[in-house]
Nanobody, 120 residues
């Protein structure tokens, strides 16, 4: 049984930083991604990373501010979020699959989500 457990969310002022973690167990998930969902909005892609870490993809809205990384020895993927803006406020979800992309339907495995709130 695959489990993804996120941590690291919280309340931060605009311009601040947070680092999210997602610990995976149960099977190898070669592509890992982060998505987010703000109140009243659809879940949207944030970033993804390949197994080797050599391939990363970012949404335009976070490019240059967020960085996704992974430590396969720890089965953990990270999302470093810098220069946070109020519009980054959302529940952030970790997702994984054998092969994934930027679409939510490409991922079978999801974490429970962690709240990130950015105050102005």
């Amino acid at each position: 049984q695959v489990q993804l457990v996120e941590s690291g969310g919280g309340l931060v002022q605009a311009g601040g930083s947070l680092k999210l973690s997602c610990a995976a167990s149960g099977r190898t998930l070669y592509t890992m991604g982060w998505f987010r969902q703000a109140p009243g909005k659809e879940r949207e892609f944030v970033a993804s990373i390949s197994w080797s870490g050599s391939s990363t993809v970012y949404a335009n809205s976070v490019k240059g501010r967020f960085a996704i990384s992974r430590d396969n020895a720890k089965n953990t993927v990270y999302l470093q979020m810098n220069s946070l803006k109020p519009e980054d406020t959302a529940v952030y979800y970790c997702a994984g699959d054998i092969r994934g992309g930027t679409n939510i339907h490409e991922y079978d495995y999801w974490g429970q989500g962690t709240q990130v709130t950015v105050s102005s």
